[in-house]
C-alpha cells in the first residue's frame, strides 16, 4: 500500500462533466475494490521470483484477488459483453455485472 493515488491526484483529476467520467468513476472504485483486500508483499515477492526463475514464457502473473479474478474472468466472456460493460448501465447492473463476470463486488 503506497501512497500513489494521493501523491498523483492533481495530475490525475479528470473533468467531471466529460462523457468519460463515468468509466473513471467505476475504475476508481475497482482500485477500491483491490485496497479492501490487497495483494501482500509476500505474495508479489513469490510472483517475482516465479516470473524470473521460470522456463515457460507467460506476459501476465497476477497477484492478488482483484487480478485473478480479471485474468480469469475475462476469458469466460465474449468480446460483445466486455464492450457492453461500457454501455450507459446503472451502477446496480454495472457493479453486479462485474462480480458475476470476475467475482469482484465494487
Known sequence: MT???????????????????????????????????PAQPD????TILAAITSDAYRLRW???????????GR?????ECWV???DDLSDQDYNQR???YFGIRL
Open 3 to 37: 501512497s500513489i493515488f494521493e501523491n498523483s491526484a492533481e495530475a490525475t483529476r479528470y473533468d467531471k462533466t466529460s462523457p468519460y467520467q463515468p468509466i473513471m468513476r467505476r475504475n476508481g472504485k475497482l482500485f477500491a475494490a483491490g485496497f479492501r483486500d
Open 43 to 46: 505474495d508479489v515477492a513469490r
Open 62 to 72: 497476477p497477484v492478488g484477488k482483484d487480478a485473478l479474478g480479471l485474468s480469469q
Open 75 to 79: 476469458p469466460k466472456i465474449s468480446d
Open 84 to 86: 457492453a460493460m461500457g
Open 98 to 100: 462485474f462480480f458475476e
